[in-house]
Each structure stands twice: as structure tokens, then as C-alpha cells.
């Protein structure tokens, strides 16, 4: 039986223009045994990204905050994180060195590499959702990404 805790990690990335100034925001949530919701945040803005790359440091800081293995499930808008592991992209670049075909090198290598060390400890279900559609933790990690960048 896993024992691991359940966290709940909310995740989004903003660029203005891409690339340009983007930021990321990141929501962990965790209700304790006597029903108490635990939650910290993080952001933070850099001058020169894109969003991709935003959308997947989001994740990486997250995972990257727990101290021990948990079971997360990770709430994002972006389909190229979702897809790269819901329809295994990722395993096929790994086995490929990160290559698509014989010349095109994945982009955001050193990204994918740091998320899949700091997801090795947990398990870990990534389920898209639509961003600008109302999903509370999706729409409060966009105001703290956008936030992010517009304070640098």
C-alpha cells in the first residue's frame, strides 16, 4: 500500500511575447489528516524566456519543494508539459538523447532533465486543464506568473 502523502500542485507559466519577460507561479496543496489545507507559493520573474520554458520550471519548482516522497497531482494548461508525458514524448526523447530524427535536438533539454530528476521520489499524474476557464489554483498560478514578471 503507498503511504505517500497526496499533494495537489497547481502550475502556469506567462510570457510577454515569446520570448520576453515571463514568470512562473506554482500552488502546493495538502489537507492533513484533521482536514487542515496546507498550501505554499512560488514565483518568480525572468527578464529573457519563453513560456515553455516557464511552464515547465513551474513544475520543476514544486516537485522540487516537497521534502519527501509524495503521490502529486499536477494541474497545468500547458499541453506541450501534459502531452510530453500523458502521450510519452519524453521517454522517446530520453532514448533518443533528445533528439527528434537525426538532427533536431528537443528544445528546453536542461528543463526536462532537472523535471525528471525532481519527479523521481513521487508519483506523479499530469492532468491538463484550460487555461482562462475558471479552474481556481490555474487562474491564481497565472495572476502570481504575470506578477512575477511585471515586478523585474
Known sequence: MDTRMKVVLYTDGA???NPGPGGYGTILQYVSPDGTLHER???EGFPETTNN???ILAAIIGLEHLVKPCEVTLYS???YLCKAFNEGWIYGWVKADF???KKDE???IDLWERLLEAMKPHKV?????KGHEGNEGNERCDK???AAYQAL
Do not use: H, I, L, P
Not at 499524474?125 to 486543464?129: A, L, N, S
Open 15 to 17: 510570457c510577454s511575447g
Open 41 to 43: 507559493t512560488y514565483s
Open 53 to 55: 520554458r516557464m511552464e
Open 77 to 79: 494548461d500547458s499541453q
Open 99 to 101: 533528439r527528434r530524427g
Open 106 to 108: 528537443v528544445k528546453n
Open 125 to 129: 499524474t499530469f492532468c491538463w486543464v
Open 144 to 146: 502570481m506568473a504575470v
